[in-house]
């Protein structure tokens, strides 16, 4: 069953927290063990911004958390984002092919 983390910070240094992010993206090419990765920005507080990253089981995100190379990401450097939060959600199939917008006879 594939695993979602939704992690949520917050800093006014988005700029170099991305360039950070893309130095280790490049530096970890190939060991990474997330499957798909998406960083958001909230339209009302500028400064919140979100990544969703997708692994491949649950297991496989807890074997991620305690990587040397996780260690070593843009996340870690207090300089250039703070105030963390986590959510962790498992995902199945037949939960990604439910329609959200429906309502109940529709």
Do not use: Y
């Not at 250039?80 to 037949?94: Q, Y």
């Amino acid at each position: 069953m594939k695993f979602v983390q939704v992690v949520e910070f917050k800093t006014m240094r988005i700029d170099e927290f991305n360039k950070s992010l893309d130095d280790w993206m490049a530096k970890t090419q190939g060991s990474r063990t997330p499957t798909r990765g998406q960083q958001t920005r909230d339209r009302d507080r500028q400064s919140t911004c979100a990544q969703i990253v997708e692994f491949p089981s649950h297991e496989a995100a807890m074997e991620n958390s305690t990587s040397p190379r996780r260690q070593s990401s843009p996340r870690r450097s207090p300089s250039s984002a703070m105030d963390f939060r986590c959510s962790a959600i498992s995902t199945s199939s037949e939960q990604r092919r439910c329609n959200a917008g429906r309502r109940a006879g529709e």
